[in-house]
């Protein structure tokens, strides 16, 4: 295959579709993550409102999806996915894994990362008359946000690791195209095209991680 004609016709189609399962995963993804995480740093047994049952029921949950590898995941909710997107194939269909694989994952980045906030700041924030909601979004959130970012950072890196994957199982983007187009039919540089677009999008993630990360601590 020429390299115009991959660069035309495939590859720019295949980077668009993983961008697409880039995006939209990670936020559905971070914003169940952080309902999921402050779920759990709140009813914690020394959370703002302590629920063990709550806790230790939501906590079980969100292990049992981070212990899944994700290509078994993905076969697994075939048909979660088939009734939410009417379709198991394709890039759309595709969000549904990626999004509930990496939900757990981004919960328990982000509830580590509350955790680290010094209670003496939460302590303080209640002697003044906080609520629970003003804790949690303006002392908790505020102070740990560079580090959620931090691991948002990380949790991106490893959905473009799942789109990879996905492409695989005929979700489209470049996992697909390495599979189709390089492995099947022997064609080493487009698996070198599609190994090199991979590195530069973790490249520019990780890039602009950094930089929200300094800019916010």
């Known amino acids: 295959m020429a390299l115009s004609d991959f660069l035309s016709n495939i590859f720019i189609e295949a980077l668009l579709q993983t961008l697409y399962m880039i995006i939209v995963p990670t936020i559905a993804a971070t914003i169940l993550g952080f309902i999921l995480a402050i779920i759990l740093v709140v009813t914690a047994p020394n959370g703002l409102k302590p629920n ?3 806790y230790n029921v ?7 999806f981070r212990s899944f590898p994700f290509m078994i995941l993905i076969v697994a909710l075939i048909p979660v996915t088939r009734v939410i997107v009417g379709s198991a194939i394709g890039e759309t269909a595709a969000i549904v894994p990626i999004t509930i694989g990496a939900a757990p994952f981004i919960a328990r980045v982000i509830e580590s990362a509350l955790n680290e906030v010094d209670k003496g700041l939460i302590e303080a924030a209640k002697s003044f008359g906080a609520t629970k909601r003003q ?13 959620i970012i931090s691991g948002i950072t990380l949790s991106v890196i490893s959905i473009l ?7 695989v199982v005929g979700a489209g983007g470049l996992g697909n195209v390495a599979l189709v187009y390089g492995h099947q039919q022997f064609d080493t540089p487009v698996i070198v095209y599609t190994v090199i677009a991979l590195i530069i999008l973790v490249q520019i993630i990780q890039g602009i991680g950094n930089i929200l990360y300094k800019k916010l601590r």
């Open 52 to 54: 063990n049952s709550v």
């Open 58 to 64: 939501l906590g079980f949950i969100v292990n049992v």
């Open 135 to 147: 804790i949690i979004s303006k002392v908790m959130i505020k102070e740990a946000l560079p580090s």
């Open 161 to 167: 690791g799942y789109t990879a994957m996905a492409g």
